[in-house]
């Protein structure tokens, strides 16, 4: 079984910054994908920012030049979140695309969640 966690969230001011991160554990062989989500109250949950095998990233727009994800330790995943605004309140979900198990398939796993509040 895959595990995720989570960890890093809290309560900020506007302009303050918070670190996310979120660890796999479990027999993984591989990691295609990692992937940070939120979701606001009353909103759909949305892609925030992934970064694959290779080391691509993408963000939202709503996060460009402010939030950075990396990948610095194995099965790790980090988010950098700088400059942050009242809009960004949320719960951020960590999702990882794994290749798990025999025979070896694709899986997709999420996080448990953690609330980052932004105070204006």
């Known amino acids: 079984q895959v595990q995720l966690v989570e960890s890093g969230g809290g309560l900020v001011q506007a302009g303050g910054s918070l670190r996310l991160s979120c660890v796999a554990s479990?027999?993984?062989?591989?990691?295609?994908?990692m992937a940070w989500y939120r979701q606001a109250p009353g909103k759909q949950r949305e892609l925030v920012a992934v970064i694959s095998s290779g080391g691509t990233t993408n963000y939202a727009d709503s996060v460009k030049g402010r939030f950075t994800i990396s990948n610095n330790a194995k099965n790790t995943v980090d988010l950098q979140m700088n400059i942050l605004k009242p809009e960004d309140t949320a719960v951020y979900y960590c999702?990882?695309?794994?290749?798990?198990?025999?025979?070896?398939?694709?899986?997709?796993?999420w996080g448990q969640g953690t609330q980052v509040t932004v105070s204006s």
């Open positions: 999702r990882m695309e794994v290749r798990y198990g025999v025979p070896i398939a694709n899986y997709a796993y």
């Open positions: 479990g027999s993984i062989f591989s990691i295609n994908a």
